[in-house]
Nanobody, 127 residues
Framework: QVQLVESGGGLVQAGGSLRLSCAAS????????MGWFRQAPGKEREFVAA????????YYADSMKGRFTISRDNSKNTVYLQMNSLKPEDTAVYYC????????????????????WGQGTQVTVSS
C-alpha cells in the first residue's frame, strides 16, 4: 500500500512559478514509475508528466514541454513538479499518482495504469 500526499499548490500570477511535491509512504516507492495529472472544472483528468522508477526517463504532455519539469528523490520518497511560465489555463487540481506495476524502463501517460493517487492540490493562475 502506498499513500501519496501532494503539497505546494496555491495562487500565482500568470508567468509565475510553483513547485509541487508529492511525498510517498511505503518502502517500494523507489520501484514505482510516478506521474502527475491535473483536472480542471468540467474537464477530464489529463496527463501532465511522468518519470521512470530511477528517474532516467521523463515524459510530458505537449503543452507542458519546456515549462514543467518532473523529478524525483528516491532517498526522500518524493516526486516533484516544477512549473514555470504558468498560464491561466494551467489552473486545475494537480494529482500525484504511482504505478505499482514495475516497469524496467519508461513510464505511462495513461491514467488507468496508475493505481495509487493523492488527494490533489489546487493550482490557480490569475491573469
Amino acid at each position: 500500500q502506498v499513500q501519496l500526499v501532494e503539497s505546494g499548490g496555491g495562487l500565482v500570477q500568470a508567468g509565475g512559478s510553483l513547485r509541487l511535491s508529492c511525498a510517498a509512504s511505503g518502502r517500494t516507492f523507489s520501484s514505482y514509475a510516478m506521474g502527475w495529472f491535473r483536472q480542471a472544472p468540467g474537464k477530464e483528468r489529463e496527463f501532465v508528466a511522468a518519470i521512470s522508477w530511477r528517474g532516467a526517463s521523463t515524459y510530458y504532455a505537449d503543452s507542458m514541454k519546456g515549462r514543467f519539469t518532473i523529478s524525483r528523490d528516491n532517498s526522500k520518497n518524493t516526486v516533484y513538479l516544477q512549473m514555470n511560465s504558468l498560464k491561466p489555463e494551467d489552473t486545475a487540481v494537480y494529482y500525484c499518482a504511482a504505478d505499482s506495476n514495475f516497469r524496467p524502463v519508461g513510464a505511462s501517460r495513461n491514467r488507468v495504469e496508475y493505481d495509487y493517487w493523492g488527494q490533489g492540490t489546487q493550482v490557480t493562475v490569475s491573469s
